[in-house]
């Protein structure tokens, strides 16, 4: 029986840096722990590109967009034909759209509320039956693992950013739950909640608009290595959740003694101010929708 790892999101970013480092990972007595690695992403390019740096023959390199029912499916067949247990998922792969929900387009939040939450549900489930061991472990910390990445986004409403923030609030939500269910199956679930990250997270977020984080957040932004690294530590010791940074943690402690009313409050009031005639221009602009039964009344 094969024992492998997953990890979505793998051609860039945070993913990429969790491959790197799982591949450099060892088990007992120094073993290596898996046989083979699954690097999931689109980009066939990319993932060749990031598989052949690290050049470890473990990595298979599985192009899907997770978005695609059909690829979802190509995925459960794969672990259907082969003998596997699966002692890693990493559920890293996201995006989010920044700006007003006027401003996104519909195709934007579909796919983001896909990718973060349906795609991240169906396959932490899709894999289940092949963490889940008929002779379970000693201890959380020597059982399969599941990392999702969240987002200390996840910890309050976000204007300005908010169906990105609802997406992770669902992430931190279900991955917690995931974890107490799964804790008798000696399975440690570990909630990863980072702040900014140095990616192509905010350059895809803007739709390359800017690059780099300004502000506050440039000045708290770290490296993925770095997170990947100490969010590989806390789920080899099983712990339920990992809140990056000393600035994402008073976050967190703010989140859970404030009420929501006074934070939305605050953030209204950071909130860069629009020009009231030109959103109002904007707005007479924006499609009603469903496009289709505009067609119909015509
Ligand atoms: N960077 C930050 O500031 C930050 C902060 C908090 C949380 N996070 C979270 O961290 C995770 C990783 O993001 P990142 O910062 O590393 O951003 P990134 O560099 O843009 O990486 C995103 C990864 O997701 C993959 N991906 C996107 N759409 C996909 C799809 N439909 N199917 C399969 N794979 C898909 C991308 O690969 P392809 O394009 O090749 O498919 C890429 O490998 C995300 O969940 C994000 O929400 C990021």
Redesign the pocket.
């Known amino acids: 029986m094969k024992n492998i790892a997953i990890i979505?999101?793998?051609?860039?970013?945070?993913?990429?840096?969790f491959l790197r480092l799982i591949a450099k990972e060892r088990g007992v007595y120094n073993s290596l722990p898996f046989d083979e690695i699954w690097a999931?992403?689109?980009?066939?390019d990319?993932?060749l590109e990031v598989t052949s740096s690290i050049g470890d023959d473990r990595i298979i390199p599985v192009?899907?967009?997770?978005?695609?029912p059909d690829?979802m499916d190509e995925i459960a067949l794969r672990l259907q034909d082969e003998d596997i247990r699966i002692g890693l998922l990493i559920?890293?792969?996201?995006?989010?759209f920044k700006g007003l929900a006027e401003d996104i387009s519909v195709n934007d939040i579909e796919?983001e509320l896909?990718?973060?939450c349906v795609?991240?549900g169906k396959l932490s489930r899709i894999c289940l039956p092949y963490m889940i061991d008929k002779q379970p472990c000693f201890s959380l910390s020597e059982g399969p693992r599941m990392i999702n990445?969240?987002?200390?986004?996840g910890f309050l409403p976000q204007p300005g950013f908010a169906g990105?923030a609802a997406?992770?609030a669902y992430?931190i939500s279900f991955s917690r739950a995931l974890g107490v269910e799964l804790a008798p199956y000696n399975i440690a679930v570990t909630t990863?909640?980072?702040?900014?990250?140095?990616?192509?997270?905010?350059?895809?977020?803007t739709h390359g608009a800017s690059s780099e984080?300004t502000g506050f957040?440039k000045l708290v932004?770290?490296d993925?290595d770095k997170l990947a690294e100490a969010a590989i530590k806390a789920s080899r010791k099983g712990r339920r959740m990992l809140v990056y940074g000393f600035s994402q943690k008073a976050l967190h402690v703010a989140s859970k003694v404030l009420p929501t009313s006074v934070i939305l409050a605050i953030e209204s009031k950071l909130m860069p101010k629009a020009d009231a005639s030109q959103r109002n221009d904007k707005i007479t602009g924006i499609t009603p929708l469903p496009i289709s039964s505009e067609e119909e009344s015509v």
């Open positions: 979505t999101g793998a051609s860039s970013g945070i993913g990429r840096s999931v992403a689109r980009r066939a990319r993932l192009t899907a967009d997770l978005t695609s690829d559920n890293c792969a996201g995006m989010g796919a896909q990718l973060n795609a991240l990445i969240a987002s200390s986004a990105y997406s992770k992430v990863v909640c980072p702040g900014p990250v140095k990616t192509e997270f905010q350059s895809k977020a984080f957040r932004a770290v993925p």
